[in-house]
Protein backbone atom coordinates (compact mmCIF):
# COMPACT_ATOMS: atom_id res chain seq x y z
CA UNK A 1 0.00 0.00 0.00
CA UNK A 2 2.63 2.43 0.62
CA UNK A 3 5.48 1.46 -1.25
CA UNK A 4 8.55 2.82 0.77
CA UNK A 5 7.64 1.11 4.18
CA UNK A 6 6.68 -2.07 2.65
CA UNK A 7 10.16 -2.19 1.04
CA UNK A 8 11.88 -1.01 4.59
CA UNK A 9 9.47 -4.27 6.23
CA UNK A 10 10.75 -6.93 3.24
CA UNK A 11 14.50 -6.02 3.99
CA UNK A 12 14.20 -6.46 7.49
CA UNK A 13 11.77 -9.04 8.22
CA UNK A 14 13.23 -12.54 8.78
CA UNK A 15 12.18 -15.95 9.41
CA UNK A 16 13.75 -16.35 13.04
CA UNK A 17 12.60 -12.15 13.48
CA UNK A 18 9.15 -13.54 13.20
CA UNK A 19 9.41 -16.78 14.92
CA UNK A 20 10.71 -14.57 17.81
CA UNK A 21 7.94 -12.59 17.24
CA UNK A 22 5.01 -15.44 17.43
CA UNK A 23 7.04 -16.53 20.63
CA UNK A 24 6.44 -13.43 22.46
CA UNK A 25 2.58 -13.20 21.26
CA UNK A 26 1.66 -16.81 22.02
CA UNK A 27 3.49 -16.81 25.70
CA UNK A 28 0.97 -14.44 27.46
CA UNK A 29 -2.18 -16.47 26.58
CA UNK A 30 -1.21 -19.84 25.43
CA UNK A 31 -3.68 -21.64 23.53
CA UNK A 32 -5.62 -18.49 22.92
CA UNK A 33 -4.96 -17.93 19.49
CA UNK A 34 -6.00 -20.49 17.41
CA UNK A 35 -5.74 -18.64 14.37
CA UNK A 36 -2.79 -17.77 11.70
CA UNK A 37 -1.34 -14.65 12.41
CA UNK A 38 -0.36 -12.66 9.22
CA UNK A 39 3.08 -12.42 8.60
CA UNK A 40 3.51 -8.44 7.75
CA UNK A 41 0.99 -5.72 8.98
CA UNK A 42 -0.56 -3.54 5.95
CA UNK A 43 0.84 -0.13 5.81
CA UNK A 44 -2.21 1.55 4.35
CA UNK A 45 -2.13 5.43 3.50
CA UNK A 46 -4.53 7.92 4.24
CA UNK A 47 -6.43 7.64 1.01
CA UNK A 48 -7.30 4.14 1.01
CA UNK A 49 -8.20 4.48 4.94
CA UNK A 50 -10.68 6.51 4.13
CA UNK A 51 -12.22 4.69 1.81
CA UNK A 52 -11.94 1.93 4.00
CA UNK A 53 -13.96 3.96 6.55
CA UNK A 54 -16.16 4.89 4.05
CA UNK A 55 -17.12 1.37 3.51
CA UNK A 56 -17.76 0.59 7.20
CA UNK A 57 -19.82 3.80 7.17
CA UNK A 58 -22.12 2.25 4.73
CA UNK A 59 -22.32 -0.63 5.76
CA UNK A 60 -23.67 1.14 9.60
CA UNK A 61 -26.22 2.65 7.87
CA UNK A 62 -27.52 -0.47 6.34
CA UNK A 63 -27.40 -2.25 9.47
CA UNK A 64 -28.79 0.15 12.40
CA UNK A 65 -31.53 1.08 9.61
CA UNK A 66 -34.92 0.29 11.73
CA UNK A 67 -36.15 -2.14 8.77
CA UNK A 68 -32.68 -4.44 9.03
CA UNK A 69 -34.30 -6.60 11.75
CA UNK A 70 -37.44 -7.55 9.69
CA UNK A 71 -35.23 -7.22 6.24
CA UNK A 72 -32.75 -10.21 7.56
CA UNK A 73 -34.54 -11.92 10.19
CA UNK A 74 -35.43 -15.43 8.21
CA UNK A 75 -31.54 -15.72 7.83
CA UNK A 76 -31.11 -16.34 11.45
CA UNK A 77 -31.64 -20.66 11.73
CA UNK A 78 -34.98 -21.47 14.28
CA UNK A 79 -34.06 -21.89 17.93
CA UNK A 80 -30.91 -20.09 17.22
CA UNK A 81 -32.21 -16.12 18.30
CA UNK A 82 -30.97 -14.62 20.91
CA UNK A 83 -33.08 -13.61 23.87
CA UNK A 84 -33.14 -9.84 25.13
CA UNK A 85 -30.72 -9.10 22.36
CA UNK A 86 -29.57 -5.90 22.04
CA UNK A 87 -31.42 -3.64 19.31
CA UNK A 88 -27.86 -3.81 17.77
CA UNK A 89 -24.75 -4.94 18.29
CA UNK A 90 -22.04 -3.16 20.54
CA UNK A 91 -19.39 -4.87 19.13
CA UNK A 92 -19.23 -5.31 15.36
CA UNK A 93 -15.43 -5.99 12.90
CA UNK A 94 -15.51 -5.68 8.98
CA UNK A 95 -13.21 -7.90 7.30
CA UNK A 96 -12.09 -6.46 4.07
CA UNK A 97 -10.19 -7.92 1.02
CA UNK A 98 -8.71 -5.60 -0.74
CA UNK A 99 -9.33 -5.57 -4.52
CA UNK A 100 -8.41 -3.63 -7.57
CA UNK A 101 -11.58 -2.13 -9.39
CA UNK A 102 -12.86 -1.30 -13.09
CA UNK A 103 -10.21 1.66 -12.94
CA UNK A 104 -7.46 -0.08 -11.91
CA UNK A 105 -7.81 1.49 -8.14
CA UNK A 106 -7.77 -0.65 -4.86
CA UNK A 107 -10.74 -0.86 -3.28
CA UNK A 108 -12.10 -2.63 -0.05
CA UNK A 109 -14.75 -5.31 -0.26
CA UNK A 110 -17.02 -6.85 2.58
CA UNK A 111 -15.62 -10.41 3.47
CA UNK A 112 -17.33 -10.92 6.57
CA UNK A 113 -18.92 -9.23 9.51
CA UNK A 114 -17.55 -10.25 13.03
CA UNK A 115 -19.08 -9.61 16.88
CA UNK A 116 -16.46 -11.52 19.31
CA UNK A 117 -15.52 -8.88 22.07
CA UNK A 118 -12.20 -10.80 22.26
CA UNK A 119 -11.13 -9.64 18.66
CA UNK A 120 -11.12 -5.90 20.28
CA UNK A 121 -8.48 -6.80 22.88
CA UNK A 122 -6.46 -8.89 20.41
CA UNK A 123 -6.52 -5.75 18.28
CA UNK A 124 -4.68 -3.56 21.15
CA UNK A 125 -2.20 -6.80 22.21
CA UNK A 126 -1.22 -7.49 18.84
CA UNK A 127 -0.02 -4.08 17.69
CA UNK A 128 2.21 -3.57 21.00
CA UNK A 129 4.12 -7.31 20.62
CA UNK A 130 4.30 -6.61 16.62
CA UNK A 131 5.96 -3.08 17.65
CA UNK A 132 8.74 -5.10 19.86
CA UNK A 133 9.85 -7.11 16.92
CA UNK A 134 9.38 -4.31 14.18
CA UNK A 135 10.09 -1.57 12.82
CA UNK A 136 6.34 -0.16 12.52
CA UNK A 137 6.87 3.65 11.98
CA UNK A 138 5.51 5.96 14.78
CA UNK A 139 2.53 7.59 12.66
CA UNK A 140 1.08 4.32 11.71
CA UNK A 141 -1.02 3.17 14.51
CA UNK A 142 -4.36 0.61 14.88
CA UNK A 143 -6.65 3.03 16.63
CA UNK A 144 -9.07 4.94 14.07
CA UNK A 145 -10.21 8.77 14.53
CA UNK A 146 -9.20 10.46 18.12
CA UNK A 147 -8.46 7.07 19.44
CA UNK A 148 -4.75 5.92 21.47
CA UNK A 149 -4.21 2.59 23.30
CA UNK A 150 -5.97 4.51 26.62
CA UNK A 151 -9.00 6.10 25.06
CA UNK A 152 -9.70 3.18 23.02
CA UNK A 153 -9.34 0.57 26.24
CA UNK A 154 -11.16 2.91 28.49
CA UNK A 155 -14.38 2.73 26.15
CA UNK A 156 -13.75 -0.89 25.33
CA UNK A 157 -14.12 -1.69 29.28
CA UNK A 158 -16.96 0.70 29.44
CA UNK A 159 -18.66 -1.51 26.81
CA UNK A 160 -18.23 -5.13 27.79
CA UNK A 161 -17.66 -4.49 31.23
CA UNK A 162 -19.39 -1.39 32.17
CA UNK A 163 -20.71 -0.63 35.93
CA UNK A 164 -20.22 -4.48 36.67
CA UNK A 165 -17.36 -5.86 38.70
CA UNK A 166 -14.48 -6.94 36.54
CA UNK A 167 -14.38 -10.47 38.15
CA UNK A 168 -17.85 -11.15 37.07
CA UNK A 169 -17.55 -10.57 33.84
CA UNK A 170 -16.17 -13.02 31.15
CA UNK A 171 -16.46 -13.72 27.20
CA UNK A 172 -17.61 -16.55 25.63
CA UNK A 173 -17.78 -17.66 22.09
Known amino acids: MVPGLRKKFNETFSPEKY ?53 TGRSIPKGENVPNENKISHMIAFDFGICINENHELEPQLVEMQGFPTLFGFQVYYPDVLKKHFDIPVNYTQYPGNYNRETYIQDLKEVIVGNTPVENVILLK
Open 19 to 71: EHFLQDLYSKYPGAIEFRIAETPEFIDKAFTQKILDACESIIDVIVDPGFKTL
